[in-house]
């Protein structure tokens, strides 16, 4: 590739960093930059794991200043590496259901930004309420139950926005925060997801929503492709109130690709950006995961950053209060299937931190990941009377099953008969494998559905590969046990860039957005330039024999496990 090529740049904006990633046409990466928002920040703005907490009310957020601050300094990180001057095109994924609202000044600040001053200062009077609601945010559960009642069962509301009501989506959001600051919600002229508000950044004018990522709110019918009106007039509170919602929401952009317009000059003038470069849609960080790799029917994704998501993409849209269904980012008429569990990356460094302490200059999952390889699966030994380990490692209140926080360890025979409540527990290190086995566990019985026999074998119904990304994908142990109780065929993989899936989904999303033919799918334009090599590396074989069977086994013990702390746990209304 010439030294004077085009360039693309993807951004991550999630939980606890920003990061940006610069790539060629032909797909190679040439620069990475990230700010960690708690090293970097974390003192200035009290942020931990990079939110608030204001637990009473069960609220989670994150001080949007603060990105912007963020994205100053990714810049200047990434102009030291890589001449911005030389990227054509732009895209990003962000974390998903958060949301930015926009005050009456929105417009005006965002078009008259000057080079010489940095972003957040610039844009501190554009917004009306001055934090986003973060995907962790749990203040919502009595939104929750009247978005669920209003087509009169979950499964009614799952089958028109994808999803049952959930509390970190962003209608529900909506709904209470007009309630709770009504002025706030007066005063706000427009509502954008995170990935909208960061491409509105980039444009100096307020962005659409994306069509993937707007089906994060509980607001948009999928199958109608339209807003809903029946949820805006619940969310915004009456039907003289649905017109003022709708304008704040604005249009949702069709297309995944294209531009939505050239970048603002203060980008020019301030970091030399050519003011050709384009600004192709953002997505959520999920949506651009599964854009990061051609993949193909039957793959799976498993996502392990701060959340743990496991991810495939469909032509089948069958929704079920249990999962989400979001349209596909590029590709219309196919679907992205979603699981999502808070208790992801930061529950696994609890188990983690209950164990002995490592020595300086140790890696701090050594400990963890020994334990987790030594102990055999679901800490069965050889003896019959020995019993399967089960366990529910729940630091914050979860989202697939709705149980409140807690933690629960249950045993059962080999034959998944005589579950019980393991009323002594077992040793700290035990937990290590048995927390990876019960998230892979749930994976497995949710997406039980979506999988089948693979042709030409007589092996059993599993995933193809599993791609492992994210912070949680650097780890041998966790990847290992996952592929145990998982499965796939062809084994376990993890991306080069393994923690900055999203970002690179982002940046072949602005590859495509800008290069494609007429008529040209993603799958069809990055199937051709993207090399295996190089790209991702087999990190484990995936389906063993025998192994695969065990956990099937069990999998009917472990959903009766969780029905029946369901039953004690279940979150509600009253514990916020
Ligand atoms: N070697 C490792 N083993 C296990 N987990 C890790 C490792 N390195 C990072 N992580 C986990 O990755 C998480 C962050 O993942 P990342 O994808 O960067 O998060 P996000 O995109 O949500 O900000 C951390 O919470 C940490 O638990
Ligand atoms: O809520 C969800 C998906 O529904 C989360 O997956 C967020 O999108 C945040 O992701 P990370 O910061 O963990 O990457």
Known sequence: MADDGPLYLGFDLSTQQLKAIVIQSDLQVVAEAKVDFDQDLGSKYGVYKGVLVKE?????????????????????????????????????????????????????????MEPEKPIYLQLLAAFSHHVAPNWQDHSTQAECEELDAKFETAEKLAQITGSSAHHRFTGSQIMRLKRKIPFMYEYTSRISLVSSFLASVFIGTVAPMDISDVCGMNLWDIPGNCWSEPLLELVSGGKEEVEGLRIRLGDVRQDGGGSLGPISSYFVKRYGFSPECQIAPFTGDNPATILALPLRPLDAIVSLGTSTTFLMSTPVYKPDPSYHFFNHPTTPGQYMFMLCYKNGGLAREKVRDALPKPQEGEDPWARFNKQALRTRPLGLTPSAASRAKLGLYFYLPEIVPNIRAGTWRYTCNADGTGLKEAEQGWPADTDARIIIESQALS????????????????????????????????????????????????GVYKLDVGGNACALGGAYKAVWALERAEGETFDELIGKRWKEEGAIQKFGDGYKEGVFEQYGIVLGAFEEMEKSILKVARNTSSEF
């Not at 998903?96 to 926009?102: K, R």
């Not at 030409?456 to 492992?468: D, F, M, N, V």
């Open 56 to 112: 009473e009310e069960g609220e989670v957020f994150a001080p949007v200043a603060m990105w912007l601050e963020a994205l100053d300094i990714v810049l200047q990180r990434l102009e030291a590496k890589t001449p911005l001057g030389r990227i054509k095109g732009i895209s990003g994924s962000c974390q998903q259901h958060g949301s930015v609202f926009w005050g009456r000044m929105a417009e005006h600040c965002l078009a008259s």
């Open 443 to 490: 994976m497995r019985l949710r997406s039980q559905n979506l999988v089948s026999k693979p042709e030409g074998t007589e092996l059993p119904a599993q995933p193809r590969r599993i791609y492992l990304v994210g912070g949680g994908s650097l780890n041998p142990a966790i990847a290992r046990v996952i592929g145990d109780v998982l499965g796939g065929t062809e």
